[in-house]
T-cell receptor, first 113, second 114 residues
Framework: GAGVSQSPSNKVTEKGKDVELRCDPI?????LYWYRQSLGQGLEFLIY????????KSGLPSDRFSAERTGGSVSTLTIQRTQQEDSAVYLC???????????FGPGTRLTVT | AQSVTQPDIHITVSEGASLELRCNYS??????LFWYVQSPGQGLQLLLK??????LVQGIKGFEAEFKRSQSSFNLRKPSVHWSDAAEYFC????????????FGSGTKLNVKP
């Protein structure tokens, strides 16, 4: 079956522009996660959705970052006024509720020039 | 504060040799522990997980891990490494029973010598 997909796979943007990153989870997975992986670093947890709700947004690095999920499916991570330090791979994962096991997408590599 | 430490950034082993990757966690409640593998150009894949019960858990690809509460460790092992095991390995802790947050280590990059 289809896994988690993310688009675009690569995004190069100029400093100060806004970007939107998309995640399509596995069908039926109610839990969805966003992570940021900087070069040589582990995964930094950004936000978790259960259904369309994100109970805790404290993992988002700044108020330039926002995320939403609609219809309990597709999620969008938006970064406004991008900065060079936002350059990273952004990973999305989905999971069955309460299962713990996450299925990861291939990631979006964001480069801010 | 909750955290996961993988002390070894890089490890090189010869093909056929045994492997142990270290993971230490700091978490106040019952930990839910995971190991993931990230192969070059691939997404992260779950190797194994520990929730409760037998402290030695078996995973895919011949990997196993042992949970030691007294040492706050969850080390990953494999008796005989194959060249295809070359990848980056991440240890993770689930923050609670409802998995609303995860903490990942910084990863250990495994090189396999022929």
């Amino acid at each position: 079956g289809a896994g988690v997909s993310q688009s675009p796979s690569n995004k190069v943007t100029e400093k100060g522009k806004d970007v939107e990153l998309r995640c399509d989870p596995i069908s039926g997975h109610t839990a969805l996660y966003w992570y940021r992986q900087s070069l040589g670093q582990g995964l930094e947890f950004l936000i978790y959705f259960q259904g369309n709700s994100a109970p805790d947004k404290s993992g988002l690095p700044s108020d330039r970052f926002s995320a939403e999920r609609t219809g309990g499916s597709v999620s969008t991570l938006t970064i406004q006024r991008t900065q060079q330090e936002d350059s990273a791979v952004y990973l999305c994962a989905s999971s069955l509720k309460g299962a713990g096991e996450q299925y990861f997408g291939p990631g979006t590599r964001l480069t801010v020039t | 504060a909750q955290s996961v430490t993988q002390p070894d950034i890089h490890i090189t082993v010869s093909e056929g040799a045994s492997l142990e990757l270290r993971c230490n966690y700091s978490y106040g409640a019952t930990p839910y522990l995971f190991w993931y593998v990230q192969s070059p150009g691939q997404g992260l894949q779950l190797l194994l997980k520990y929730f409760s019960g037998d402290t030695l858990v078996q995973g895919i690809k011949g990997f196993e891990a042992e949970f030691k509460r007294s040492q706050s460790s969850f080390n990953l092992r494999k008796p005989s490494v194959h060249w295809s095991d070359a990848a980056e390995y991440f240890c993770a802790v689930g923050a609670s029973y409802n998995f609303n947050k995860f903490y990942f280590g910084s990863g250990t990059k495994l090189n396999v010598k022929p």
